[in-house]
């Protein structure tokens, strides 16, 4: 198994099972893609390198389910500087982090975040939209619509096929990080 979120096993009560290796991992790959971040299991430890546009006091990380910031620092010079607790507020939930006197160092890779975040275990109700996701991956790859008369049906990939699951059940919903623009 590649993914560290999902083995196959884990969906073996759901329609379609047994998913081999190669149905689930393109299932999560697709899933974490679109909810844009890992979801599962909590990592202990992640940097992550965060680009900052000019006058910016607040930050999202790549993250809904924030357990601790290790350390903030300012990337901008030669040696990364921390940035003291007391300089930024975090929220647990949305991933935000506010600057809270100023503004956060502007540039690419300016902001370097340690931090801890994720669910413990995949959430359960995760499982059903897995399974159907590696379902899709499952299907033949050299037919991409089949017609019969005035029907056609075009088919897709677990990627493609995402939007139109998640956006019919919102299971994905309450895990996808929102993009500002």
Do not use: C
Not at 9 to 36: I, N, Q
Not at 143 to 159: C, F, G, L, P, Q
């Amino acid at each position: 198994m590649t993914n560290d979120m999902v083995g196959p096993e884990d969906l073996d009560d759901r329609p379609g099972a047994p998913f081999s290796e190669t149905e689930v991992d393109a299932a999560v790959a697709a899933m974490r893609k679109t909810a844009g971040w890992h979801i599962a299991p909590k990592r202990p430890s992640e940097t992550v390198y965060l680009d900052v546009g000019m006058r910016e006091r607040v930050l999202r990380l790549p993250t809904l389910k924030l357990d601790e910031i290790a350390d903030v620092r300012d990337a901008t010079g030669d040696d990364p500087v921390t940035i003291e607790p007391g300089g930024y507020r975090a929220s647990r939930r949305t991933g935000l982090v506010r600057r809270t006197g100023g503004y956060w160092p502007a540039g690419y890779e300016a902001v370097e975040v340690d931090m801890t975040h994720g669910y413990d275990e995949t959430p359960p109700d995760l499982l059903p939209l897995i399974a159907q996701l590696a379902l899709t991956e499952r299907r033949d790859r050299s037919v991409r619509t089949v017609s019969v008369d005035d029907a056609s049906t075009t088919y897709a990939n677990a990627t493609t096929a995402l939007a139109g699951i998640a956006g019919r059940t919102g299971a994905l919903a309450p895990y996808v990080i929102p993009v500002v623009r």
